[in-house]
Structure formats: C-alpha cells, structure tokens
C-alpha cells in the first residue's frame, strides 16, 4: 500500500510540472494534476471504444491518443478550477514579536508585555497563539560499553514553564493587511535565572505560532533575560576566610564579599606563611565557573579552550567525583612571579578578578548547578602546590554592596 501511494505521488508530481499546471498556485496545480490524469485515463478509454467501433485498429489507436491529449486539456482545467474552490489557499505572511518599550529583560515577579505582529502576502484562514516558555538544557558524558574510547557526549532538554495565549482570534486575514495582536504574561516569582552555559544552559523565550495551511511554519521566537536578583545582605566583620594547610605553609584566602554581580571587580587578599624556607615559582589568583550535572560517568574536564559557535571544546579530563563536571578559568592573575620564603616571615598581597558579563550566574536545578569559586595557588618548586578556595555567588544585578576595606583595591 505504501509503494502504490509514493507512486500515485510521483505521478501526481510529474503532472504538477507540465505547462499547463507548474505556474499554478499549490490548490489549483495540484487539483489540475488530479484533473490531468482523470481526464486522460478517460478520454483514451473513450477514444479507443469509439475508434475502434468506426475505424478498426487504426482508428483505435489514434483516437485513443486524440482523446487522451483531449481529456488531459479538459480534466486539467476542469480540476484547476475545483481545485481553486475547494482547496484553502496557502498562507504567506511573515510574523514578529515585539515587547513593549522594546525590553526584553526582566526580574522575577515582572510582566513582560507586547505584540505578534502579522503581515499578509496572501488571503487565508488563521488563529493563532503565543507561548511564554523557559527550558533547560543539561549535557554529560556517558561511558562507553568498551570504555576504551572517549566517553560519549549527550545532550538533555528539560521544559520547566510553559504559558499559552490565543492571542489571534480565528478569522480571515486579507491579502496585504497588518494586524497585531497584544500579549502579557507574567514571569515567575521564583523563575530559574537565564544561563548560558555550556553543560547547564536555561533559556526563556516568547513564541508565536500561527495556525494555518502552509508550505512551512508560520511562526516566530524572541529570547527574553530573566535576572538573577541578590538581596542586599551585610558581609561578616572582617569577610570571608579559607585556609590551606601544607607541611611547608599555610595559604589564606581572605575576600572582604562573597556576593557579586557579573561586571564587577572581586577583590582578594592572600596571605602565605612559611613553615619552612622554600622557593615558589609562581603564585596566582583564579576565577573559576563550575557546571555539575549529576548524571555522567564520574569525569571532571578543565577546559581549556571552547569555541561557542560550533559549541567544541579542548581540556583535560580526570575521573573523580560523581557525575559530570565542567570547570572553566574566567579570569586570572598573577600574584607575584619566582618568591623566596623564609621560614616564619609570612607575606601577603591583593589581587583582583574581573567578573564577566555574559549571563552565567550562579544557579542551581535538580538537573544540573553552576557555582564560582575564587581560588590562589602557591607553586611549589620541591613541594607540592598550595591551593585555598572560596566560593562566591553571582548574580546578574547590580546590588548596594558593602566598600572594600581599606588597602583591597
């Protein structure tokens, strides 16, 4: 049944392409093609009876090919026009959204408001609606059975908000006419924040989805920006500490905040004191951005290089912890270049990291979380390296935050 459909198909297409069809619209073309066939197989039924009854075998066969090229004539014509009467006609029209004052950024609790905007190249029936969605997308690795190759990479998808509007009403819209249709809805109080990561990435768009009989879909889409918003909060006397114990030192990271927005300038002081004399290479302060999806098969990759577009990526892979862990350097500093302690003179420095913007603030899904963690690394020349971690929570709002202390600029 399957191949005597695909070959009813491609007759009705190889009539579709004759003279007296191809330059038709899609209701009347495919009606004559219909029409081209009936009326052919017919007529040389006819012609044939006929011709042979008065003419004998010659009289057949020229009657049947005269009444063929007759019944493919009428049978087209006929059929265009049934065609043109029955059959809807195909919409063309291009769609847009546009948001009030033209923003596309808001806050949780916010309303986001504006407009689907139709223009009609053709006349046709329609409806339609628009779609206020927010959906994560979360990858990890996956072993491979062998695991003698590179684990395998996969790809997730999760809806966690989806709010419809029939914003178009069903009715006609005329050939060359404009209409626009207003739409609200509100975001959540409690909305994930817009991320654009690499392994936890959420997105929150405003579709539009016109209903009606196309050759391809009639529909448009906008990103809007949902904030991450932070509540003004005092830091403790003194800010933040963590320390690192080594058999040669101690490492202390002091930072005055551990709230920040993207755009802003982190500030650090670290403080080393030596247990013993010892040379040091190097000495830097890191930024890092961590995405953790809990599925994945134990791997933690320190990317080096990524390339957004094509969305690829070089890093060094190690097995450890559970599930998969991306961890990426966005800003660094060195502190102080080759440094020799002396035991018990302890030495200090500050540094500063610049936080991007880019809309990747900290978050966390039952599928996936990114954190940031400010990290100093004191190198060892004939000890192992020294390294003290603090996290930090970034949001994408500026805040009033408190002044730096004295001497951290």
């Known amino acids: 049944m399957k191949g005597a459909s695909n070959g009813w198909d491609r007759l009705l297409s190889l009539a579709e392409r004759l003279p007296l069809a191809r330059h038709l619209p899609e209701g009347p073309r495919r009606g004559a093609a219909y029409g081209i066939w009936a009326g052919g197989l017919l007529m040389f039924v006819v012609g044939a009876l006929l011709g042979g009854v008065n003419r004998g075998a010659a009289g057949l066969v020229i009657a049947a090919i005269s009444g063929a090229c007759l019944g493919m004539i009428l049978g087209g014509g006929l059929g265009s026009l049934f065609g043109a009467l029955f059959t809807a006609p195909t919409a063309r029209a ?10 596309k950024t808001f806050r949780p609790g916010e309303t986001l408001s504006g407009a689907v905007e139709l223009h009609a190249q053709s006349g046709f029936k329609c409806g339609g609606r628009a779609c206020f969605m927010c959906r994560g997308h979360y990858a990890h690795n996956r072993a491979r059975p062998d695991r003698t190759a590179a684990p395998e990479f996969v790809r997730e998808s999760r809806q966690y908000l989806l709010q419809q509007e029939q914003v178009i009403p069903a009715g006609r819209m005329r050939q060359g006419s404009r209409a626009r249709y207003p739409f609200s809805f509100t975001v959540p109080s409690d909305a994930i924040p817009t991320h654009h990561g690499y392994a936890c990435s959420v997105r929150w768009t405003v579709n539009a989805l016109i209903d009606a009989i196309t050759e391809s879909p009639l529909e448009a889409r906008e990103e809007v920006f949902v904030e991450s918003v932070a ?73 080096g290089q990524w390339d957004a577009k094509t969305g690829q990526f070089q890093g060094e892979r190690r097995r450890g912890g559970e599930g998969s862990t991306y961890v990426w350097l966005e800003d660094e500093q060195v502190v102080a270049g080759s440094v020799r302690f002396e035991s018990a ?46 996290e930090v929570i970034v949001h994408t709002t500026q805040i009033e935050l408190p002044q730096p202390e004295p001497g951290m600029e």
Not at 94 to 103: A, R
Not at 253 to 265: K, V, Y
Not at 284 to 303: F, M, Q, S, T
């Open 94 to 103: 291009t769609v847009s959204i546009e948001f009030d004052g033209g923003k």
């Open 231 to 303: 509540q003004p909060a005092p830091s403790p006397q003194g800010g933040y500490e963590s320390r690192a114990e080594a058999e040669h030192c101690q490492v202390t990271l002091a930072l005055p905040r551990a709230i920040c927005a993207e755009g802003d300038t982190l500030h650090g002081h670290i403080v080393v004191v030596p247990k013993n004399s010892f040379d040091s290479p190097q000495i830097r302060a890191l930024l890092l951005r961590i995405e953790h999806n809990p599925k994945g098969d134990g791997d933690i990759v320190y990317v």
């Open 345 to 390: 003179e302890p030495r200090s420095w500050f540094f500063k990291l610049d936080i991007p913007m880019q809309w990747r603030p900290t978050f966390e899904t039952k599928d996936g979380q990114v954190n940031w963690k400010v990290g100093v690394m004191v190198a060892g020349q004939d000890y192992p390296d020294v390294r003290a971690f603090h």
